[in-house]
């Protein structure tokens, strides 16, 4: 696909609709992905904005700022042909879910850990049918097996790219639980992020942080808005 491409050398980037959906061109020629399959799109609205991200692009080609077309890539690339490995991944985050593994101490940290953790496993339980347990330390801890499959059946109904954008929110929460938060809008992105960084955020109050730390955060936080963002738009009807 052009991704690999380091300069830009097309002109213009337009979205498409056609029979097998929305897709985007590159001049005349339509995208495909780096594992040679053609970028479908589950709307005209995610098809706009992916070819946004490819119009905004300068002279030289910066992955980084297509944050969409990655989500996409991924989608057709390893999602799709790879569902029962990809669903299955994201399914081991369940027997080491962030929220799961709490501090013994200071009661600070784990007052914040619990007021940031205990409503969305509260929400699991309640509107997803899986309970998990809790403990102090980094231990293993077995889970409910009626939980597992609660949580097994729940990844295997979404879709495509509802799959997509909880592979890539719970690899980089560390959490089943706040990946499946996002794909049902029982938290936005933001709520997550949060979430996911209470530990280190109490550290950085602590002990300071560093530029490096503030831009791995950062980076981490657009990676999961994209996610919701690509969810909402894939999810979007296109303007009457």
């Keep these: 696909m052009t991704q690999h491409q380091r300069k830009r050398v097309y002109n213009e980037a337009a979205p498409w609709a056609g029979a097998d959906g929305y897709g985007v061109a590159l001049d005349t020629r339509s ?26 692009q300068a002279e030289t080609i910066d992955p980084r700022a297509m944050p969409l077309t990655r989500l996409a890539c991924t989608l057709h690339d390893r999602v799709v042909p ?30 914040r850990e619990a007021e940031a953790w205990d409503p969305p496993l509260a929400w699991a339980a309640e509107t997803l049918g899986a309970p998990l347990r809790t403990q102090k330390g980094i231990l293993p801890l077995h889970q409910p097996q009626g939980s597992l499959d609660a949580l ?15 592979q890539s929110v719970t690899g980089i929460s560390s959490s089943l639980v706040l990946g499946l938060a996002l794909v049902h809008g029982y938290l936005d992105a933001a709520a997550v992020t ?8 109490y550290q950085a109050e602590q002990w300071g942080t560093d ?30």
């Design 152 to 166: 097994a059946e729940v990844v295997q109904g979404l879709s495509p790219e509802g799959v997509t954008a909880l």
């Design 194 to 201: 949060d979430a996911a960084h209470v530990d280190e955020d």
């Design 31 to 56: 995208m495909h992905t780096p594992g040679g399959n053609l970028l479908t799109l589950a709307s005209w609205p995610l098809a706009e904005a992916v070819a946004a991200e490819w119009d905004a």
């Design 82 to 111: 790879q569902w029962r490995v990809v669903a299955d991944t994201v399914l081991a985050h369940a027997e080491t879910d962030l929220l799961c593994y709490r501090a013994d101490s200071p009661a600070e940290l784990v007052a």
């Design 211 to 240: 530029d490096e730390a503030l831009t791995w955060r950062a980076m981490r936080a657009a990676d999961i808005a994209a996610a919701e963002r690509f969810l909402a738009l894939a999810e979007q009807d296109a303007p009457a």
